[in-house]
T-cell receptor, first 113, second 112 residues
Framework: EAGVAQSPRYKIIEKRQSVAFWCNPI?????LYWYQQILGQGPKLLIQ????????DSQLPKDRFSAERLKGVDSTLKIQPAKLEDSAVYLC???????????FGPGTRLTVT | KQEVTQIPAALSVPEGENLVLNCSFT??????LQWFRQDPGKGLTSLLL?????REQTSGRLNASLDKSSGRSTLYIAASQPGDSATYLC???????????FGQGTRLTINP
């Protein structure tokens, strides 16, 4: 069974530029999560989708971050404009249900200069 | 608000030793607790998932215990190997919520 796929793996941008990340969850998993992991910290949930609806986006900085999950499968996370403090690893995870075991992708390491 | 703490932040032990990693949480009304492993530059790999009704789970050389009343979980690693070197994270799912709340992790180094 294929795991969670993410791209790109690395991205370097200048502040005030925009960037987008892509995630393809495990086939059949209805729930998809985006986490932000700052160096030395545990992951923090940004947004959770159930199929193509948002379950929790309480910690998403909505003035600059946006996410969508069209057709309830793939998802994109966008940052516009980026700030220095957005430098982090962005992790995508999926599960078969909202309370199920979560499986993580390899992450995208973002550096904002 | 659920808060998860892992102590110590870093641990270095010689190969072959048995060791314990600690995780504590502030709200004992949890649905489940999950232990993950993270290698440098990689995503998270799930190690063990303990439901709130369980006291422990075992997988190979790993054993995780859960004491909800005291808000604690431990991850026991037997006969440690250099390949066990990684950051270990625990995460809690509180009842009534679906999101995982993570600790900051323990960076483990096993010296040959």
């Amino acid at each position: 069974e294929a795991g969670v796929a993410q791209s790109p793996r690395y991205k370097i941008i200048e502040k005030r530029q925009s960037v987008a990340f892509w995630c393809n969850p495990i086939s059949g998993h209805a729930t998809l999560y985006w986490y932000q992991q700052i160096l030395g910290q545990g992951p923090k949930l940004l947004i959770q989708f159930q199929n193509n609806g948002v379950v929790d986006d309480s910690q998403l900085p909505k003035d600059r971050f946006s996410a969508e999950r069209l057709k309830g499968v793939d998802s994109t996370l966008k940052i516009q404009p980026a700030k220095l403090e957005d430098s982090a690893v962005y992790l995508c995870a999926s599960s078969s249900g909202g309370l199920g075991e979560q499986y993580f992708g390899p992450g995208t390491r973002l550096t904002v200069t | 608000k659920q808060e998860v703490t892992q102590i110590p932040a870093a641990l270095s032990v010689p190969e072959g030793e048995n060791l314990v990693l600690n995780c504590s949480f502030t709200d004992s009304a949890i649905y489940n607790l999950q232990w993950f492993r993270q290698d440098p530059g990689k995503g998270l790999t799930s190690l063990l998932l303990i439901q709130s009704s369980q006291r422990e789970q075992t997988s190979g050389r790993l054993n995780a215990s859960l004491d909800k009343s005291s808000g604690r979980s431990t991850l026991y690693i037997a006969a440690s190997q250099p390949g066990d070197s990684a950051t270990y994270l625990c995460a809690v799912r509180t009842q009534g919520a679906q999101k995982l709340v993570f600790g900051q992790g323990t960076r483990l180094t096993i010296n040959p």
